[in-house]
């Protein structure tokens, strides 16, 4: 058998495994689904080195491993293996746990089978498949969940529609089905909505604005390993990868251009719409889904640069995002497995019980807004010089808008660190919300804070060698070009930082030695009382009051914004104007026969004309 067939056979044959498994047999199921997992990064990982590899049949090259399916591959068995090894025990005594395994394995053998996919045919069967595993997963959450997953399905099938309609043109345009033979220059109508109708496929996967509704309200509802592994993580790899490829592939979109225009205006859009959402968060996980769909702007804004430190960019952030985002949420789940809760308003005070935890919390929540020398940072910045470098490419209006672009990013950034600010007070510097409580609370199990542990330690790693692991292995090999018009040096950064936060450190000991005091927080010299504790929950509520944003946030509260609710409204409208049109009436059917027939002479005559 041709070994890019492995990663899609191995994780589906165990899912079934997992699946008959005896339902007392709990710990074979975990065996199961860790050795699998485990072994499918293994394989990858070999892979990966031994790339390219290729796999024909019938004349047709079905499956193709090249530089940028190379890294992806193994990134998506990577997170596999972190979620399964955090569910162990988050997830041990949950009804379904033989079904959570299985539509798990099941994830990653379709997410496979699109990253290999080359026949255009092959990609669809697959990218199907994960619609239906997504709302599988999503299902596990319960009665409270159907509603998000029954929105899931509609708005990722929708756009699973359009992705067909999409290839069904370029099949029409160009006559292939492999995406190695497919180059098209979108200079006509029909070849403009292809690419638009498979952007908005992947905007759909990524979670990037208008195409995000779904991530929100699964990110409540659904078990926490679900949304850390699939919104947070695979969904924004196979997202954006969908979005490379057709973007640097098959149509080559040229800087300034009008469909660059269409992707930068889309990624400053959902920048700045959802990390302003963010702010006004009261719950943990709401807050870090909004998070995962403002950051999905970066990706889409260097992808649209056309330019190759832009396209790196993107790519890398795409990597970073699933790093930190994972890791943002498992802390979530860690959090929410000693308190019950995700509520801001309930939590506090928790760094001194759980300090692991709150450690890559830390780390994670600055690597995602942009605070060297952490991963995002880098991935960032390489995003700021695409846009510049775009700007000084060409000449129009298109080119003079780079100036827009990079606002929105840096403002979206500044933002993004404002509202982390926020999370970390109210859950873990802040005032507890019960002393009694909190004594009862210590840090999570190993198999807990091991997997978002290593993925503070990946934050840290990819910040300061970035140059020389993530950019050299991953990141370069898969964008041609020169991709660095710039320089930053992480390591001269990361020293000067560590001997500013020593030397800052030093001075602050100095001049406090033996005058620490604990007390009680008071105001006025009055104890303040535990039900007038301050949570930070209300920093940003003020920005609700002022007028456009008043106005903006009254109809997103209204879902004014959100196409499925406006879509479904519509539906029942148009349903139930037909519905009255269907009176039973022998007379009103023949009024529409008449009228039908009268319209059909009218175009007839028109045609004869």
Known sequence: MNPLLYPVILPVLAGFLCLFLPRRARGAVKGVAVAASAGCLVLTTLLLLNKPLLWETGGMLILRLDSLSGFILPACAFFTVIIIVY????????????????????????????????NTLVLLVFWGILGMTLYLLIELGGPAASPAAKKTLIIVGGSDALMLMGLAIVWTSTGATGMDKISISATSGWTITAFVFLALAAFAKAGAMPMHTW????????????VAYLPASLDKLLGIYLLVRVSMDMFKIAPNSGLSVFLMLAGA??????????????DQKKLLSYHAVSQVGYMVLGIGTGIPVGIAGGLFHMLNHAIYKCCLFLTAGDVEYRTGTTDLDRLGG????????????????????????????????????????????????????????????????ALTLASFMKLIHATYLGQPNSRAGTRKICEVPATMWLPPAILALLCVVFGIFAYAVPLKWFIMPAVPGESFPGFWSPGIATAMIVIGIAIGALIYLVGNVG????????????????????????????????????????????????????????????????????SGLLPV?????????????????????
């Open 87 to 118: 569910s162990l025990r988050f997830m041990d005594g949950k009804a379904n746990l033989k079904q959570y395994y299985a539509y798990i394995l099941w994830t990653l053998g379709a997410a496979s089978g699109v990253i290999l996919a080359n």
């Open 215 to 226: 991530i929100p309200e699964s990110a409540e509802t659904a078990p926490l390993p679900v």
């Open 269 to 282: 859009v959902t920048v700045i719409a959802a990390v302003m959402m963010a702010l006004i968060q009261h």
């Open 350 to 413: 928790l760094a001194r019980y759980m300090p692991v935890t709150f450690v890559c919390c830390l780390i994670a929540a600055l690597s995602i807004s942009g605070i060297p020398p952490f991963n995002g940072f880098f991935s960032k910045w390489m995003i700021y010089q695409g846009i510049v470098e775009a700007g000084k490419t060409g000449e129009g209006f298109a080119s003079r808008l780079w100036v827009l672009w990079l606002i929105a990013a840096m403002f979206g950034s």
């Open 515 to 582: 005058r620490f005091r604990v007390d009680e927080p008071c105001i006025g010299g009055e104890t303040l009382p535990a039900e007038s504790r301050i949570t930070g929950v209300n920093f940003y509520n003020t920005i609700m009051e002022i007028g456009l944003l008043k106005w903006t946030y009254k109809r997103a509260g209204n879902k004014v914004f959100d196409l499925y609710e406006q879509g479904k409204r519509l539906t029942f409208l148009l349903s139930n104007s037909f519905s009255r049109m269907h």
């Open 589 to 609: 059917y023949l009024a529409w026969c008449f009228l039908g027939a009268m319209l059909l002479l009218f175009i007839i005559a028109r045609a004869a004309r």
